[in-house]
């Protein structure tokens, strides 16, 4: 089920007893208890913490909840609040039997940082006459 080149990490909590809530949920459930769990971080001002989990995927395979993240700092905040997400999940499901998967794709990452030539290539697929200048003025944008 793992994308290739991508790590898969699997977290079971043993829960001893067997008297806890144990409903069934499905993705749309989970999305709407992570939802308010993010909307929580807002509400507290923990906006890099929003910002890096946001962007978070989510998928349900019978009793687990896969968590595939697509970069570092999205694991390293999860990591920071994972038994908060968990405890908060546990109440907004009514299911305490639940395990979470972690995926990570550096094959869906994204850079964010550009060159210099990169920018002025993203500028140029919107604006063409961006080149004529470069070449009419004799600029030299990638020094």
Known sequence: MALPGAKVEEQAEEILRD???REKFNLDQVNEGWKR???RLKVEHNIPSYN????????????EIIFEFSSHSSEQ????YRD???NSLRAHLK?????????????EAENHILSKKEKFEKLLEKNSILLKLKEDF??????
């Not at 890096?52 to 395979?61: C, I, P």
């Not at 004799?138 to 020094?143: K, Q, R, S």
């Open 95 to 107: 299911n305490h039997y639940f395990t979470i998967q972690i995926k990570f794709s550096e094959r």
């Open 77 to 80: 905040e999860f990591d920071e």
């Open 84 to 86: 908060r997400i968990r």
């Open 138 to 143: 004799g600029l030299d944008l990638f020094e």
């Open 37 to 39: 769990f993010l909307d």
């Open 52 to 63: 890096a989990l946001m962007t978070t995927k989510l998928e349900v395979v019978e009793d």
């Open 19 to 21: 008297d806890l809530p």
